[in-house]
């Protein structure tokens, strides 16, 4: 084992660290199976330890991290779980995380008292504003009293996720009141607060293009809240999401300008790393210690050490040791996506970028080439190491993430740089922030260029999970870096080896289903939606489609391998048509029909989309493609739309009171299934699955919120 591995001890026991904890959560959300092998990779990791030198010193340090580690997941669930709702006289003080709009206010509060007993934790509030408010104005600082409120305790797990958000900001509570339950009192700003909204401020005053200006600002301290929803996603499909969040471009161009300062100062090695490691952490604290600054300002000191002390720096150790202690920190960090994304890229870097580059400067030579070889290794690295996360996470990759990367992140680079040194200077000389200007002109450039990308056919392809094999797969990328000693005729025959099995592990994963018969899936929500299959493979997604349930409706698609639809229908009127034209666009839907006699919303629909729209009117029998479509209206007001698949009928009601249930029960004669939001004694049906909760079981009644999703075979 000693000659065989490459060992870092650093890198192997944060392994052990992280199974450690997703073992004891696991077992703590009741899902054993997962906790247990999660226990089980921890100590076949740590037997391996074993088998190096120094044994007694590797045994105490494993115990050491081991016991502290156990400490901190068992506060941290102590923590969020072990508490109630709080009644009183609430006081506290904001953060600079402050929004509002013309009648609702949100904000997040720090210092928390009730009834004078301080709390600890953080609140998100919500209060409903008059249309003449004295509480627009709200700034960092301020403290704001509630008469009587309730500190409404936030779910640790939701969803069967990590709360990350409110994890990583520490927000343990909610509170929702009107503005006349509040007192507002002015208060001093902290540093971090003033700093950022000082850099706010330099941004959105010398960047007048509020889009181009979120991307700046954004690429300054990570905040992405001004970033729009259409324009995050063109950034994901263009492959450039990564320059949204800070991390080792940042810190690394932080540490060049403060060597710059310290340039003409000799000696003093130890005064400028205490310095530099200062400023440092005081800039990942303004970006609020995200995991990904995190990682990158550790690593950063870690690299200024070894340089001051004239040490081999180890980059594996030094991943290592960064996510010990983030994990030590904040060990939920394990579940973050914003956490494993950056530590899967950045050990893909570690192990790949080398290999990749050398191969690509033999096939080509000069200093041009020599370049573009560095970008593509760099590129190709990272996103073969977040390939299963985004799998797994998003289900959908940038097909054109490498070529645009190499076109694109020269422009990202120098814009960085331009913007970082304009806000540094900004920051000391006010007058001066129109220096950020030059780097508003290139990110507005690649804001367009972003934009233009998305339109490209197949720009974000769907991709489906590879589940437990991804350890194996990350466990490649490791014997690929070089880490493993072996003969070269052995090491080249391993490589060939795991390249295949790449290829055919990816593809395998990413075949559709196929299905062999009739059937119809309804899964959990607030709107009646559901899936049909049929026997000749054709799939159809029925139901209402909006922005409340777009991702719910994608996971669902996904986790039933579906990457392409026969046809969207549509049984009510949309009022919006985004979350349609993207589900439409993501499952490359081939027709779309909607139940509506908004023939300009159709229209809109069809250009949106281009996409083919088929309108159904009231009152006329439709086939299409197999399926029969009626939609049932009465004296002008719309009761539902029936589907028939394979002589069975489900039914998409609306029923809006005791009258038009009974003249609906009495125009559709038998239904199979009745699909519905709420639970309707006057219709007569086989089966009902209903969305909202019901008091009391009832026969023949799937209550959706109870029994999650259900599947019937017609």
Same mark, same amino acid.
């Given at each position: ?76 669930? /102590? ?32 210092? $928390? ?48 996720? *990590?709360?990350?958000?409110?994890? &990583? ?10 503005? #006349?339950?509040?007192? &507002? ?57 990564? $320059? ?10 932080? $540490? ?78 394990? #579940?973050?996506?914003? +956490?494993?994304?950056? +530590? ?5 870097? =570690? ?6 580059? /050398? ?47 190499? *076109? ?27 220096? *950020? !200007? ?6 507005? @450039?690649?804001?367009?260029? @972003?934009?233009?990308? !998305? ?29 493993? /000693? ?6 080249? =025959? ?7 099995? +790449? ?7 990413? %075949? ?19 899936? %049909? ?38 049984? !009510?009127?949309?009022? !919006? ?16 029909? %909607? ?16 996409? /083919?729209?088929?309108? =159904? ?60 939001? @709420? ?32 599947? %019937?075979?017609?």
């Amino acid at each position: 084992m000693k000659r065989l591995v490459n060992y870092r001890v650093l890198f192997f026991i944060s392994i052990m660290l992280g199974a450690l904890i997703l073992g004891i959560c696991e077992i703590n959300r009741q899902n054993y199976f997962w906790g247990i092998l999660c226990l089980i990779l921890c100590c076949l990791v740590a037997g391996v330890i074993m088998f190096f030198k120094r044994r007694i010193l590797n045994i105490a340090l494993i115990s050491a991290m081991c016991f502290c580690c156990l400490i901190s997941v068992f506060w941290t669930i /102590n923590f969020w779980e072990a508490k109630t709702k709080i009644d009183g006289e609430i006081i506290f003080t904001l953060t600079d995380d402050i929004n509002s709009d013309e009648d609702i206010l949100t904000a997040v509060g720090k210092d $928390i008292k009730v009834n004078g007993a301080k709390i600890s934790g953080k609140v998100w509030v919500r209060i409903a504003l008059d249309n003449i408010s004295y509480l627009y104005n709200l700034k960092a600082g301020d403290k704001l009293l509630i008469y009587s409120g309730s500190l409404n305790p936030q779910k640790l797990f939701k969803n069967n996720s *990590v709360n990350y958000e409110q994890y &990583r900001n520490d927000i343990k509570y909610t509170l929702s009141c009107t503005e #006349y339950d509040v007192r &507002r009192y002015s208060g001093k700003i902290d540093a971090l607060s003033y700093i950022r909204g000082k850099l706010k401020q330099i941004v959105f005053d010398n960047i007048k293009d509020f889009d181009t200006a979120s991307v700046a600002y954004a690429m300054i301290t990570g905040e992405k809240a001004y970033i729009s929803d259409q324009l995050t996603q063109n950034y994901k499909t263009s492959g450039l999401a990564h $320059i949204l969040a800070v991390s080792g471009m940042n810190i690394s161009f932080l $540490i060049i300008c403060i060597s710059f300062l310290f340039s003409r100062i000799k000696g003093l090695r130890f005064f400028k790393l205490l310095i530099t490691s200062i400023i440092i952490i005081f800039y990942c604290a303004i970006c609020g210690f995200v995991p990904s600054v995190a990682r990158a300002g550790i690593m950063g000191i870690l690299l200024l050490v070894s340089k001051a002390t004239g040490q081999r720096h180890d980059s594996l150790n030094s991943l290592g040791f960064a996510s010990i202690v983030l994990l030590l920190i904040k060990p939920l960090y394990i #579940y973050d996506v914003s +956490f494993l994304l950056s +530590f899967a890229c950045v050990f893909s870097i =570690i192990c790949l970028y080398s290999p990749i580059a /050398n191969m690509l400067k033999k096939l080509f030579k000069g200093k041009l080439a020599n370049y573009i070889s560095e970008l593509i290794s760099m590129t190709l690295s990272a996103n073969i190491g977040i390939y299963p996360l985004m799998a797994y996470y998003f289900n959908s990759f940038s097909l054109y993430s490498l070529p645009f990367n190499i *076109v694109l992140l020269p422009l990202v680079n120098i814009a960085f740089v331009l913007l970082f040194a304009g806000c540094i200077i900004s920051l000391v000389v006010p007058i001066l922030g129109l220096l *950020v !200007k030059p780097s508003g002109w290139i990110i507005w @450039t690649v804001n367009k260029a @972003t934009y233009l990308i !998305k339109n490209f056919k197949y720009a974000n392809i769907i991709i489906f999970s590879l589940g437990g094999l991804a350890i194996i797969y990350y466990l490649g990328i490791f014997v690929l870096g070089g880490y493993i /000693n072996i003969p070269n005729k052995l090491k080249a =025959i391993s490589v060939t080896a795991l390249a295949v099995f +790449f290829g055919l592990l990816v593809t395998f994963t990413n %075949i559709a289903s196929v299905y062999k018969e009739n059937t119809f899936t309804a899964f959990e929500g607030s709107y009646p939606i559901g899936i %049909i299959t049929t026997s000749d493979n054709s799939k159809y997604l029925v139901g209402e489609i909006n922005d409340y349930n777009y991702w719910q409706i994608r996971k669902e698609l996904i986790n039933k391998k579906i990457r392409n639809l026969d046809r969207i229908i549509i049984t !009510k009127t949309p009022y !919006k048509i985004d979350a349609l034209i993207q589900i439409s666009t993501d499952f490359s839907a081939d027709e779309i029909v %909607i139940v509506t006699d908004d023939w300009a919303l159709c229209d809109e629909i069809e250009v949106s989309s281009k996409i /083919n729209v088929i309108q =159904i009117f009231d009152n006329i029998d439709y086939t299409i493609k197999g399926l029969k479509i009626y939609s049932y209206s009465y004296n002008g007001a719309r009761l539902g739309t029936k589907i028939i698949s394979n002589q069975k009928s489900i039914l998409f009601p609306i029923i809006k009171d005791e009258k038009n249930s009974k003249i609906l029960n009495t125009l559709i004669g038998g239904t199979d299934i009745i699909v519905s939001k @709420t639970y309707n004694q006057y219709l007569d049906f086989m089966l009902c699955l209903v969305y909202d909760k019901i008091e009391t079981p009832v026969q023949n009644v799937i209550n959706m919120y109870e029994k999650g999703n259900f599947a %019937i075979l017609l």
